[in-house]
Each structure stands twice: as structure tokens, then as C-alpha cells.
């Protein structure tokens, strides 16, 4: 099967999963600025696969991948703090620490994908 759309990109499928329970799971939060900062970070991931993909060109898919693993990382980095805080429980830290590296080892193997071979 080939990819014609960013909604074929597994990556995008389960980015959009990460966001759909980061914020069903801080919904009722009342650290703000925790919360706003963690489903922002969430929803860029799927955002800027899907920008990337739409853009056309092997070389912006790959720039747009970067900026979704950056975001990636800012979740993961995010769930630490709010395990540390008490914001989520170990079992919700480990599900959604899983399921980001498995998103970053999916766009890793994109970026890959996509540099020229010599």
C-alpha cells in the first residue's frame, strides 16, 4: 500500500492516539499552563507530520519530521514532569512514555527514509 495522504502515515495515526489521551487525560487539570503546554506539544506531532507530508517535497516532509520528533520529545519530557508532580499515575506514564517512543522510532525511520542514498 502506498501513502496518499498524511491520514495513511502510521506515524500520524499514532501521534493523533498520544493526543486523544493526553487530553482526555489532563481535561481537569488545574495547572494551566502544565496542561496547555503538554496538549499543544501533543497535537503538534500529528500537525506537523501532516503539514510536512502536504508540502509536497521529500526535503520539507523530512524538515517537518524533525519538527514532530522535537514534539515528541517535549511530551515525553512533559509526562516526567507530571509524574513527578503527581498529574498522572505510573501506569498512564508508562502507556503514553510507550506509546512516544514508538511514535519517535516511526519518524525516525521516515527521516531515514527519506536521505538521499549515495
Excluded at 502536504?54 to 517535549?74: C, H, M, Q, V, W
Aim: charged share 25%; glycine share 4%.
Amino acid at each position: 500500500m502506498s501513502i496518499k495522504c498524511f491520514e495513511d502515515v502510521i506515524a500520524w495515526q499514532k501521534a493523533q492516539d498520544i493526543a486523544v489521551i493526553v487530553y482526555k487525560e489532563f481535561k481537569n487539570n488545574n495547572d494551566w499552563d502544565f496542561r496547555s503546554q503538554i496538549c499543544r506539544a501533543s497535537v503538534s506531532i500529528s500537525n506537523n507530520i501532516a503539514e510536512g507530508f502536504d508540502r509536497g517535497t521529500k526535503p520539507e516532509f523530512k524538515r517537518f519530521l524533525y519538527i514532530a520528533l522535537a514534539s515528541n520529545s517535549e511530551v515525553r519530557s512533559m509526562l516526567h514532569l507530571g509524574l513527578r508532580l503527581g498529574y498522572i499515575n505510573e501506569k498512564t506514564f508508562k502507556t503514553l512514555l510507550s506509546q512516544s517512543e514508538e511514535v519517535a522510532k516511526i519518524i525516525s525511520g521516515l527521516i531515514k527514509s527519506l536521505i538521499p542514498k549515495p
